[in-house]
């Protein structure tokens, strides 16, 4: 059934531009994606009648996989499988391969192709509305694959689920809230989607609604990226989720992993505490590949407090450049500040060298452009991928910089300041440092991150330590002398993770 799926929708993608598809949110699963996501639900326990939910059906790939494995594990079942679709274009390609299906399944199998919107045509019942339907259709088993696309708040699909949105939505993920929430209680959703909302601030409202109402099972990495639809380069990061309607949290999470999309035959398996996979107050999904990252999860989690609980913040610079040519110059002057960019982040210290930048110089009129001169932690915001590390930091301090009273930052670095406005002491400063200079949070923002930009939001919810012992790591980094990590990993280790 799935081979002749497969070929169906190679014809149509022949005929179909991917420009058009892409306006659409639409890209085919591969065959093997399918086949390993419909293996991955735990079949004891469904009823002898089961009703299968694919929404975002397209030509119908993942139905045709789960009918398929459903039907070759157990000869009693029936299934009644429902389809979500709205696209014209695709829906003559998923309605005859429903046929063929049925043509192939006989009478243990039944569908429904609904035309209809898969948000909006369910909002009523999903807000708990006077319209919400009295009888509504809940599912023993929903597999999906939900079209990628940013979509504005004002979009009538983001208005319909506002307790999912926090800033910008994406429709994958109000498909993934929306499945949830079709799922009858201790059942099992498949998804397939990309890793954005594991982190950030958008995704928060989601995490709450998604990992509240679900809780993870199983978590399907890939480790080489962008490989994941069959003849599909799509950019973004996907991951594979199992998550099961029910608020009993596991003690474990699944977490797998294999080279592509079309290689599912070496799969590496770890096993990893809920609490360490879901953490914070932010709900941020960490993806542990190894014991190490595990441990290292668990030394961070000894503490409970983070940076602005003890005081400080990590804040993006201020100076967007290319909206203020005006206010920059090239050469220092009278009431002319220094401009600070990542390029002056050197071997853990800020200098103000010629940074290769045409203005490495801002005046000094417009107080919400320019900080005041005092002890910070600046650290990179953006390193390339093939750089060793993502936390690349130096400390700042103003008797370097002595003639100013001010100085200004570019948006591409980020900074620790007090959060009340005063100045970070001296030793706090190497503290805050040191903390970011480690191995250890170095290696915690990459299971938290999978890119490449440091946010600064993020480092504001990792724990740390108490704010009198960050000051004597500091006092240790600035007796020793020694900014390199290697040096910052030894105190860490015997001031607070020992
Ligand atoms: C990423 S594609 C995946 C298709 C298929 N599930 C697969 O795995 O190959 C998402 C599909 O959802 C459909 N879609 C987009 N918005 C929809 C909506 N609001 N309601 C129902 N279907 C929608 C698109 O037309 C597209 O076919």
Known sequence: MLEYIINETNKFLEQMPKSKRKKKGQFFT?????????????????????NILDPGTGTGILSAAVVE???????????????????????????????????????????????QDYILSQQDDFNETFF?????????????????????????????MPKVVHGAPNLYFLFASMSLFNLKDNAEMV???????TSGAYFKAFRQYFLGEGKLLQIHLFVSRDKVFSSEEVLQETMIVKV???????????????????????????????????????????????????????????????????GMRMKTGIVVDFRQWDDLRKEPGDHILPLFYSQHIRNGRVNHQPSGKEFDWIIDEKPGLIQRNKNYVFCKRFTAKEERRRLQCGVYLPE?????????????????????????????????YALLNSTLFDMYYRILNGSTQVNSTEINSIPVPPAAT???????????????????????KEVAYG
């Open 69 to 115: 494995h459903l039907l070759e594990a157990d000869e009693k079942r029936s299934i009644h499988l429902t389809c979500y679709e709205t696209d014209g274009d695709v829906l003559p390609v998923l309605k005859n391969n429903m046929v063929y299906l049925l043509s192939k399944a006989g009478d243990r199998f039944s569908y429904e192709i609904r035309e």
């Open 191 to 197: 998804y397939i989607i990309p890793r954005s909302w």
């Open 30 to 50: 591969s065959k093997e994606t399918a086949e390993f996501m419909a293996t991955m639900f735990q079949l004891e326990g469904l009823p002898l009648e089961i």
């Open 400 to 432: 370097d910089f002595k003639e100013y009273e001010y100085i200004g930052t570019q948006n591409k670095i980020n900074f620790v300041d007090k959060t009340d406005g005063s100045e970070m002491d001296l030793s706090t400063t190497y503290g805050v």
């Open 132 to 160: 919400a339907s009295e009888q509504q259709t809940k599912y023993d088993l929903i597999i999906g694959n939900p079209p990628y696309l940013r979509v504005m708040r004002d979009n009538p699909a983001a208005l319909a």
């Open 470 to 492: 960050i000051a004597r790591i500091g006092e240790k980094v600035i007796d020793s002398n020694d900014l390199s990590t290697d040096n910052c990993d030894r105190i860490l």
């Open 244 to 310: 099961k309607k029910t608020q009993i949290v596991p003690d474990e999470v699944r977490i797998t992993s294999s080279q592509s999309n079309s290689d599912f035959n070496e799969i590496s398996e770890l096993k990893v505490p809920y609490s360490s996979v879901v953490s914070g107050r932010d709900l941020y999904v960490y993806l542990p590949t190894s014991k190490e990252d595990i441990d290292i999860i668990q030394r961070i989690n000894t503490y409970q407090k983070t940076l602005p609980d003890e």
